[in-house]
């Protein structure tokens, strides 16, 4: 997303002949891109009020969306692994024999709340 936001949204510094990349020097100062046509860009790809005015909020958001995104995949996947079905503690915890282990849960459902 941050590839394709960029992209829509540079400011071309050279001709139409050379390469969008030669109007880049590293370390310079000065942004090469174009916040607001980033806003519209973004506003037109999610929709218009999703869209940021500033871009270090842009720049926070396009950074820690993938994170949550992978911390919840992960919680998702070891809820399956571990046939954890939300908050059903109908079931109780066995073990390889068929023995009942104890836990809260079944303390909890003891005392029919």
């Known amino acids: ?58 720049h926070l958001f396009l950074a820690a969306w993938p994170v949550v995104g992978i911390w919840f995949t992960a919680l998702g996947i070891s809820t399956m692994a571990f046939n954890l079905n939300g908050f059903n503690f109908n079931q109780s915890v066995v073990d390889s024999q068929g023995r009942v282990i104890n836990t809260w849960a079944d303390i909890i459902n003891r005392a029919n709340l």
């Open 1 to 58: 997303m941050h590839g394709s936001l960029v992209t829509s949204s540079l400011i071309r510094e050279t001709t139409e002949n050379e390469s969008a990349n030669e109007g880049y020097r590293f370390g310079q100062e000065e942004e090469t891109y174009n916040i607001v046509a980033a806003h519209g860009y973004f506003g037109r790809l999610i929709f218009q009020y999703a869209s940021f005015n500033n871009s270090r909020s842009l």
